[in-house]
């Protein structure tokens, strides 16, 4: 069962702080850094509520993503003030997210990770071919919000206001995990029969959960249309969601703490080998199937494992 | 029938020759270990680039040969060293490794051959055209349906047939009670797995002269191969056969006929079959 430990809490708080302090000391380069990490953080978060509370691998967390961005982009050129227009792309990603889930509920394990592939290739092929979605130019011209005290269009600004959402998704995310829903989520996880037997029907929890996992890619989506004000199909790629996985097992699955540390750790490690090779890739892969061997628990899902023991 | 039929059927066979070939060893050795692997699909980039180079040297016809025992090799030992280990470890570690696999064996190619997309001539003997039902259709992919009409033919049977197929059928149906009668299930996954990533790399060679060859045939290639495996039914030959051509047949005539909803109707099918028969149509031995 889910517990918002003091470990947990102060190792978020903690990464928040540090963030923080980096983007207040640091120059535009560290702004501009703390927020990617923020948005992935986010994005993160929500494949963790599907993936590791649920048990429902998705390989489609990034094409949800990109349709709250899209959503958001779309919502804020037809005229929509930016608040209603943030909903608006959390709606799409929950109602997109929320209906491929129903469809793939219908299968377990590795058949549910490819069916949520092929659905996130649906989602980025028909952006990518759409000439109302700007095709494979995408949108420019995307809004960034107004927030009282912040100059959110200054790099400083908007990495506190990325922050402060990544602190609201961690909160709302734990709320849940605690509430009567989110511990029946990780008990139909754990025992889908005993779960059955005490007459729980599961789909109607998965699928809610799945749902909200995706309206929480929704808002990772969105601030990420606000972050680089530009959408395109590169956010819905299959690599994307790739990635968030990668994140989520680097940084300790199942913690919600970790994906933080994970997001803020694979932003810098990106940066770091992108600046002396072309060819980080390799570093990310090579890392990912080490994660994997060394028992998969990630850095901070290692770190409470010792401290446990 | 009018030209343009006979050519968009002959079209969607080609296509699903291609499918099949890269469908066949993903589907196998999916029903056989459980295993999926994403890597499946950089196996037929690595196979397309390895018979570039090759037919570049020492002709078509030798890299035809050639680069799927080079991509078995790689499989195999991808396999013994790697794969193996995690086999059992439940669907999340797989997915990772053979993922991590993906970014490797892409990062390699871009450094080996560059970013730049490659080229591969028909060959010679296959460069001309084909009248067949007063169509005018090109030798090379007349070839591409033979070759990959002969491969099922031959999987087919020996499947059927054969003592190592009734062993795979087996090992399928029941992996612990093949083991308990006495079939060594170890050397049967090397060899279905080894056999597998073969085909895969055979299915990048004869890609390699319709297809331009790029990194990103890694994904384009795997995507399709995973809706034909869901859609065919796991570990079943027939399942892979009948999933390409439905495959094949709605991404060809869905481009010629409804060019605007081509990009999803593939999508809308893999919805359709997951909702109707989420075991697949020809599923051999239970859904794990």
New interface residues.
Partial sequence: MFRLSAMRAGAFAATVTGLAIWSLAGGFFAREIVAEIAVLAILVIALDLA?GFGGM?S?AHGAIMGVGAYGYALAAQAGLPVWNASACGIAVAALFGGAMGA??M??????F???T???G??AW??V??SDALGGDNGLGGVPRPAVPGLETDAPLGFAIYALALLVLVFALTAAFLRSRAGRMLEALRDNPDRAAALGISASRYRIGAFALSSALAGVAGVLAAQHIQFVSPELLV??AS?EA??VL?LGGIGTLTGPVIGAACFVLLKHWAAGWTD?W??V??????L???AG?RGIYGEFEARRHA | MSVFWTLQALNALQYAALLFLISAGLSVSFGLMGFVNLAHGALYMLGAYIGVSIAGGVGFWTALIVAPLAIGAIGAALHQGLLRRIAGAGPMPQVLVSFGLVFLAVEAVRIIWGDVPLTLDVPKALSGTRIILDTAYPSYRLFVILLGGAVALSLWAGMTRSHLGAAIRAAVENRDMARAIGIRTERLFLAVFTLGASLAGLGGVIAAPILSVSPSMAVTALIPALIVTVIGGLGSIPGAMLGAVIVAAIEVFGAALWPDASAVLIYAALAAALIWRPEGLLSAGRAR
């Fill in positions: 993936a691998v390989l469809i793939c219908r299968t377990r394990g590795i058949f990770i490819m069916a592939l092929a659905f290739q649906m092929s028909f990518f071919r299959w690599t790739g996985l990668v097992i060819h890739h390799l990310i892969g090579a890392l990912l199937i994660v994997v061997l998969g």
